[in-house]
């Protein structure tokens, strides 16, 4: 069985509201799914975050769990498809993909927090606190800077 998933980001999808393409051949089942993932090194560290391994093949990223694996590619216009193979159907490809969705969403977070505390003292600003809440949002306190 192979599955393959249009992700689409979600300011496109918002566009599209609800628009949902599902075409079932023989072999391959085609779902769009909205997705804020655009960075390709955010997300190969998303998919090593899920447990897969992870390769790059020229453009595309290779990720392999037990018994998936999953390509993906994108299109000229920068949109991302995931290619599914193995032991997948669309409920469980939706699910890995939701996954990944997730693992992305902390990588952009990590990285956007970290900027933040990169570039502060250039802006006039010490971090005073980080805290982080139970549903995993960071919250920083900066003080700003006399002189």
Do not use: N
Not at 25 to 36: D, F, G, I, L
Not at 83 to 96: F, K, S
Request: glycine residues 4%.
């Amino acid at each position: 069985m192979s599955v393959s998933l249009l992700l689409v980001p979600l300011a496109i999808a918002a566009a599209a509201a609800h628009a949902r393409l599902s075409e079932k051949s023989s072999a391959t089942t085609v779902c769009q799914v909205q997705t804020r993932m655009r960075d390709a090194a955010l997300l190969g560290a998303a998919l090593r975050d899920s447990r897969a391994a992870v390769s790059a093949e020229g453009a595309d990223l290779v990720a392999d769990w037990a018994g998936v694996r999953a390509r993906f590619s994108r299109d000229p216009q920068h949109i991302w498809t995931a290619h599914l193979t193995g032991d997948v159907d669309e409920p469980r490809a939706m699910e890995i993909v939701r996954s990944v969705d997730a693992a992305y969403g902390r990588q952009v977070q990590q990285a956007v927090l970290a900027r933040l505390t990169e570039r502060a003292p250039a802006a006039g600003l010490r971090l005073e606190s980080r805290s982080v809440t139970p549903d995993a949002a960071v919250r920083l306190v900066f003080a700003v800077e006399r002189g």
